[in-house]
């Protein structure tokens, strides 16, 4: 990452990613892909009230005598208990709810929790993260100096959700990812936290012991429950309607008793650490800027508020430090062993052996697929105005 230069003209992306380019107008590259993809990614109006309707009739009719109709994760954070609120409550759905303990849950995410699966009567299965396996690869990341530290909590989550689906027998879950506030993404940023090939790897280069427990899945086996034998099939239901987080965080709490947890994903305290502390001082990147830019293409916020919004500190010195304090000490690190892991040079993802050839072809048939629903949509219209 370099010092910020630009910021974009419509959002407020701005050029401390490389990646990030600007047209003649001074718009980046991320809003423009964002803005083209929100037409085919959230209906906000009848057609989304429409394919919420078929989704929820369909869920119903398969889940007929069988325990759950689909099953929904719960982190403790706004997405997902606002979405087994609304399939839950507003929709009727029998709902199995998953939660993957990785050791690092806030009290107000456990409180959050508690309250929704005790008021909507929920099952829950939770599957808990051996401790030590956990800190072990979390350590391996920092020492590998990637970007992607979440992976070691996410890929627990993704390969513990499609094996739950598979030992339960349910076809269907419903993800809290939404276009209104995770739209905008830069080209590359990140790594795809399902690549256990990688995340086998960096354990093995820098691990202090070998992991029997940890829910490492390849990317063949991802492949084979999601393309092949097509085990799950993964919904976003949030995207049929015009939702709004802060809107949603309000009826949860006259509902719920719903605590907040402060900053996007701040329900897990190593996720904040890693978006507050760890990005902008390695990668000099403000992951704000993604929440807020994806809410200005959503037409949630303005620009100008966002810029207001993005020039408050990410976080005050002091909890910065008892935040830092508090990751070091339970990963069983000294506070200068992990100042050392943040200020090493960063090393891209792909230095490591990974299953990414994979990868690029489930993003190069999701590419050619999005080409295509134009064409799908034209040809279900006119086959609806038949009728």
């Known amino acids: ?26 718009q980046c590259n991320c ?10 990614e959230w209906w906000p109006g009848p057609e989304g009230d429409l394919r919420m309707q078929r989704l929820v009739a369909m869920l119903k009719q398969e889940g007929k005598n069988k325990p759950y109709d689909a099953m929904v994760g719960l982190s403790g954070g706004i997405d997902s208990a606002f979405l087994a609120h609304l399939a839950g409550r507003k929709h009727g759905l029998r709902l199995l709810a998953v939660h993957i303990d990785g050791g690092w849950n806030s009290e107000p995410a456990v409180h959050n929790i508690e309250r929704l699966v005790r ?9 808990v ?15 590998a100096s990637v970007l992607n530290q979440d992976i070691p909590q996410d890929h627990a989550f993704f390969s513990t959700l499609y094996r739950t689906a598979t030992k339960f027998g349910i076809r269907h879950f419903l993800s809290g990812v939404n276009f209104a506030s995770e739209s905008v993404v830069p080209p590359g940023f990140g790594y795809p936290s399902i690549d ?30 999601t393309r092949v034998r097509k085990q799950l099939t993964i919904h976003r239901p949030l995207n049929y309607f015009d939702y709004d987080k802060e809107k ?34 390695k990668f000099n990147f403000d992951k704000r800027r993604l929440h807020l830019s994806s809410l200005i293409v959503a037409g949630q916020m303005t620009r100008d ?3 207001a919004e993005i020039s408050k500190p990410i976080i ?3 909890d910065a430090r008892r935040e830092t304090k508090f990751v070091a000490k339970k990963l069983g690190l000294t506070e200068q062993q992990l100042q050392s892991y943040m200020l090493a040079p960063p090393v891209p993802h792909t230095n490591y052996p990974n299953g990414m050839m994979l990868h690029e072809v489930l993003m190069q048939l999701r590419r050619w697929t999005r080409k295509l629903m134009p064409v799908r949509r034209h040809r279900t219209a006119k086959a609806t105005n038949v009728d």
């Open 1 to 26: 990452m370099r010092e910020t230069q630009r910021i974009c003209s419509f959002c407020i992306m701005d050029d401390s990613n490389p990646a990030i380019e600007f047209d003649a107008s001074g």
């Open 31 to 40: 809003c423009r892909d964002a803005l083209t993809r929100k037409p085919h």
């Open 119 to 127: 008021k909507l009567d929920l099952d829950l299965h939770t599957y």
């Open 196 to 225: 256990g090939t990688h995340a086998r790897a960096i354990q093995k280069r820098f691990g202090s012991m070998t992991l029997t427990t940890y829910p490492f899945m390849s990317f063949p086996e991802y492949m084979w429950m």
């Open 248 to 281: 949603a965080q309000e009826e949860l709490r006259r509902e719920y008793g719903w605590r907040d947890y402060g900053s996007k994903h701040s329900e897990s305290r190593f996720t904040k650490f890693y978006q507050d502390i760890y990005l902008p001082a």
């Open 129 to 143: 993260v051996e401790w030590q396996e956990m800190r072990d690869l979390q350590v391996s990341f920092l020492k």
């Open 305 to 307: 508020d966002a810029l």
């Open 316 to 318: 005050l010195e002091r």
